[in-house]
């Protein structure tokens, strides 16, 4: 058993050397660096919207997209209703956006839905500076296309946005995606954006130029997680992806357990299928050309899943040992594995914990639910583990998560539309 704390040392050693870095970024954050930028021009937009039954919360979304402090006449709204059994296309179309329908159960999943809204809206003629992502649960904050805008029109081709939580404080859960995206936006993006290197989509929330896209061939990403497929292969490129700290979006959380190690059973499997098709392109353009970016997003996929299933797999192996040995070892076995498990805790509470600490004033839940959920977020960083079991091992597909908080923008104590001026100069 002795052998058992060696080896977990070695495999904490690893997964130490592996994101050190990170307590660069956040020295970085905690610093306050940050670039500014300034609009250049106003640019136009289309806005790309993935539905799939979505009628509970799609008519929010677009109402806080048609409420912004950006002139309405550059900004259109595209929807796919993508295999929809219910109204998502006609409460979209009763708010104003322009709806196609899509009907195709053997090619399933967000990247295939977007790629035939784009090329049903390259069909219409219409010309545009850039595209937004989002999905359909989300809410924008009534300045967040203008403060996007200033990224993009100072040259950025991709950019990516601050990541709020509609539902943060129902539960541990909840609060466990929240302090994720708000620990990703800020202790990742931020100084990654701050330090000159390229940022990581995040699902939803970002920008991408026509240009870069004519580039790209078109859109081609369509693997479980298609915005880590779309980062990877920016990076392989050369491509840098900026952060606008100040471009707020609110995402709604899956509240169930059950449910949410189904997503990111999806995502660890996503992540293995990115390493597998993009992996290799990454490393090239780092040999190449000393890339940190590609080295970034590699140790952001591949250390996490590699080490933690070796982890469970060894001290699940030891155990078994164990239990067939003398009773003396056992006591060596545990008391390992409860060292190995107080320290992760205190490393991942250190995370949350900062996270909380800045974000604090941004996140909509009382000061007691902040408080517990931070001692709170370590599990759910820890509940990873079985993710990744379910996706190395289990049968993983994509499958739609059901959103019901139907909240407006005003509801979550941003201006309402009718207070926004609607052609603010910029």
Not at 144 to 167: C, E, H, L, P
Not at 396 to 402: N, Y
Request: glycine share 8%; proline share 2%.
């Amino acid at each position: 058993m002795r052998t058992l704390s060696y080896l977990n040392f070695v495999l904490a050693a690893v997964f130490a050397a592996c994101y050190c870095y990170q307590a660069v970024f956040a020295l970085v954050r905690l610093l306050g660096k940050r670039r500014h930028y300034q609009a250049r021009k106003l640019c136009r937009y289309g806005v790309l919207i993935a539905a799939r039954n979505e009628e509970a919360v799609i008519g929010q979304l677009i109402e806080s997209i048609w409420g912004q402090d950006y002139p309405r006449d550059l900004v259109d709204v595209y929807v796919v209703a993508d295999n929809c059994t219910d109204n998502t296309a006609q409460v979209a179309r009763a708010h104003g956006a322009t709806v196609f329908q899509r009907q195709n159960k053997e090619l399933v999943g967000k990247g295939y839905a977007l790629r035939f809204l784009l090329e049903r809206i390259q069909e219409t003629g219409a010309c545009y500076d850039g595209y937004f992502v989002f999905d359909a649960d989300n809410l924008l904050d009534p300045q967040y296309i203008s403060q996007m805008n200033k990224v993009f029109s100072s040259g950025a081709r991709a950019v990516t946005s601050y990541r709020n939580s509609k539902n943060f404080g129902d539960n541990w859960i909840t609060a466990g995606y929240g302090l994720w995206f708000l620990r990703e936006s800020e202790y990742l993006n931020r100084p990654r954006d701050a330090l000159g290197t390229s940022c990581a989509v995040s699902g939803t929330g970002f920008l991408f130029s026509q240009q870069l896209l004519e580039e790209l061939g078109g859109w081609n990403y369509f693997l479980l997680t298609e915005d880590l497929e779309f980062t990877a292969d920016l990076v392989a490129r050369g491509e840098r992806i900026a952060y606008c700290p100040d471009a707020v979006l609110y995402d709604e959380q899956p509240r169930s357990f059950a449910q949410s190690i189904r997503q990111r059973s999806r995502w660890q499997r996503g992540y293995l299928q990115v390493i597998a098709k993009r992996g290799w392109s990454m490393v090239k353009t780092m040999i190449n050309s000393g890339s940190f970016a590609c080295y970034d997003m590699l140790m952001s996929t591949i250390p996490a899943v590699v080490v933690t299933v070796l982890s469970i797999l060894l001290n699940t192996v030891m155990f078994v040992v164990g239990i067939t040995s003398a009773r003396q070892e056992m006591g060596l076995f545990f008391a390992s594995v409860i060292t190995g498990a107080v320290n992760s805790y205190f490393v991942m509470f250190l995370m949350g914990a900062m996270a909380m600490a800045t974000e604090r004033r941004r996140i909509h839940c009382s000061k007691g639910k902040k408080a517990l959920y931070t001692f709170t977020f370590p599990f759910f960083v820890f509940s990873f583990g079985l993710a990744m079991l379910v996706a190395l091992f289990g049968d993983v597909t994509w499958k739609p998560i059901h959103h019901s908080v139907a909240l407006s923008i005003g509801d979550l104590g941003g201006a309402s539309s009718q207070e926004l001026p609607k052609n603010r100069k910029l």
